[in-house]
């Protein structure tokens, strides 16, 4: 199982631009990685999926170094809907077995 | 609306009891992935599907158990059920296996259990 570690919470501001790092060691070779965000009480929902270097789509980029150990999700000018909960999901070398992060809560203050 | 339906939405059992989770993917979708989210805890992975096989297991408890239909629905059992096991249960679909492919997941709205 790989393992991820993310920050528990951030706090920023509207028009504020947000990153987000998870730290996955120990993820398979031939596959992406993916963020997804999640509001109180819904299923996640997907933002952004990448394998390496640059991602970018129309609500957020996705920066991943050539190791593959880590991943940034970055938001630019954040609105208040953007608060929520924000996963990494990578999947393990050796098992295959998904794994999410623990989530990084965040609040988007006016 | 992701185009993954689960049923039911909410459900309440007492301990020791079993019950059936119901998932029908997007259509089109051959991947079937469940998770559970207890309160304040992020998503555990539990177990996939693909194209009606076991494609990989999490940490899924020997109580549970799951599998794929031939239509690809989806149902998830758990037995001998105990306080623990009241969370969110979640099931997502993608076209693809996941490996080495990209596997966008779209989830479900989930089935709330609660175990008095």
């Known amino acids: 199982l790989a393992k991820t570690t993310q920050p528990i919470s951030m706090d920023s501001y509207e028009g504020q631009e947000v990153n987000i790092t998870c730290s996955h060691n120990n993820i398979a070779t031939n596959d992406y990685i993916t963020w997804y965000q999640q509001f109180p009480s819904q299923g996640p929902r997907f933002i952004i999926q990448?394998?390496?270097t640059k991602v970018t789509n129309e609500v957020a980029s996705l920066f991943i170094p050539a190791d593959r150990k880590s991943s940034t999700l970055s938001l630019p000018r954040v609105s208040l809907s953007d608060t929520a909960v924000y996963y990494c999901?990578?999947?393990?070398?050796?098992?295959?077995?998904?794994?999410f992060g623990a989530g990084t809560t965040v609040t988007v203050r006016a | 609306d992701s185009g993954v339906t689960q049923t039911p939405k909410h459900l309440i059992t007492a301990t020791g009891q079993r019950v059936t989770l119901r998932c029908s993917p997007r259509?089109?979708?051959?991947?079937v992935y469940w998770y559970q989210q207890s309160l304040d805890q992020g998503l555990q992975f539990l177990i996939q599907?693909?194209?009606?096989?076991?494609?990989a297991k999490g940490n899924i408890l020997e109580r549970f158990s799951a599998q794929q239909f031939p239509d690809l629905h989806s149902e998830l059992n758990l037995s001998s059920l105990e306080l623990g096991d009241s969370a969110l249960y979640f099931c997502a679909s993608s076209v693809e296996a996941g490996q080495g492919a990209r596997s966008e997941q779209f989830f479900g709205p989930g089935t709330r259990l609660t175990v008095l």
């Open positions: 599907y693909y194209n009606g096989e076991e494609r």
């Open positions: 990448g394998y390496k």
């Open positions: 259509s089109g979708d051959l991947s």
């Open positions: 999901l990578v999947r393990g070398s050796n098992d295959y077995k998904l794994s």
